[in-house]
């Protein structure tokens, strides 16, 4: 069949999951996920498919999309059980992703006999309310802290070879729509600020935590190539590292690069002190904070406390606003 591989997949299919996301003006985590699961399952055919996205800093799915409005329920309603499950080792496919390191297309029926696997309490309190028997998944990594898994379910007859033929090959494209999404916000801020869509990519995935080779591997450019960028970068928003940049990623930072220059200039904060708020903006919590700088929660605390004092405000909220300008 023209348009095949010689494994018998349907490449055509992959290259429109491709165009679908690129036509849409703005692919936020929910539609890219509605995308991908319709893509993919045009070459994997299941009576369910599941989406989840996994942010390890968190230690959290932070988002799960089912083409089954009723799995997804219980799923939502239930989270933290089924946390504590798979963390518990209750999940025989994540558990060899996690024991091996091999995160492709993985049946379960080649990791636990269904004797075995009725037995889990998985499948006891989830799974066979919604008659799952057979699973079919890939995770696929999307950062060194980010990564989303991809679930298909059956009734009835198993995976095939070809099923799983056809999920290796779509990953890389699955990986690609669920990046752009996960970016664009912060890609949007950065053109808004003046800067090329090559240098906000790259100040966006530098706002995640991510070093110059992690960058330069996840756009395909050499980690001299992202240092250049990186260069332009703070001589346009007139900073002098990568804390201070990223808190122009800040979703309260203004739109003009000359208000948020203002912004930024006009608190005395330290050198610490601005990290510590960089990272406020970034959404972590104090306890995080702290293991990214090296410090005790308690002198995080401190160092918030110097900062609204400084910037007379009461929140964590205000204080990114008011060194953003906004």
């Known amino acids: 069949m023209a348009g095949s591989s ?18 849409l003006p703005t692919l936020d985590r929910d539609t890219s996920s509605a995308v991908i699961l319709e893509g993919i399952s045009a070459l994997v055919a299941a009576d369910t498919a599941v989406f989840y996205l996994t942010d390890s800093r968190l230690e959290r799915c932070v988002a799960m999309i089912a083409d089954d409005p009723g799995l997804q329920a219980a ?31 993985l049946r379960l029926s080649d990791v636990i006999g269904g004797g075995a696997f009725h037995r889990l309490p998985l499948y006891d309190e ?8 057979r699973m079919l998944g890939t995770r696929i990594e999307l950062s060194s802290w980010l990564w989303i898994d991809v ?36 890609v949007a801020r950065g053109v808004a600020l003046g800067l090329t869509p090559r240098e906000a990519e790259v100040l966006a995935w530098l706002g995640h935590g991510e070093t110059n080779a992690g960058i330069g591997g ?9 240092k250049k960028h990186l260069d332009a970068i703070y001589a346009k928003l007139g900073v002098g ?6 808190v122009f990623l800040s979703p309260t930072t203004p739109s003009t690069l000359g208000a948020a220059r ?20 970034r959404g972590h919590a104090n306890a995080v904070i702290a293991g990214h700088l090296g410090l005790t929660v308690g002198t995080v605390k401190t160092h918030l406390d110097h900062i609204y004092a400084k910037l007379e405000v009461g929140s964590r909220g205000r204080a990114v606003a008011a060194v953003s300008g906004g």
Do not use: K
């Not at 209750?90 to 996690?98: A, R, S």
């Not at 056809?166 to 729509?177: E, H, N």
């Open 151 to 186: 679930m298909f379910h059956r009734s009835g007859s198993d995976f095939t070879r070809r099923d799983m033929t056809a999920l290796d090959a779509v990953r890389p494209t699955v990986g690609r729509i669920a990046q752009r999404a996960e970016l664009a916000p912060s």
């Open 241 to 246: 590292g990568r804390i201070e940049a990223a």
């Open 218 to 226: 996840l756009l395909f450019i050499a980690p001299g190539t992202v």
């Open 126 to 133: 989830f799974l066979r309310h919604y008659r799952i028997e």
């Open 75 to 105: 799923w939502q309603a239930g989270y933290d059980r089924w946390l504590g499950l798979v963390r518990a080792g209750g999940h025989p496919i994540v558990d060899h992703w996690v024991q091996t390191g091999d995160l492709g297309a």
């Open 6 to 23: 010689p494994g018998g997949i349907d490449q055509r299919r992959i290259l429109d999951l491709q165009r679908r996301a690129d036509d």
């Open 262 to 281: 203002q912004g930024l200039d006009r608190p005395a904060l330290t050198t610490r002190e601005r990290e510590v708020l960089a990272l406020v903006a």
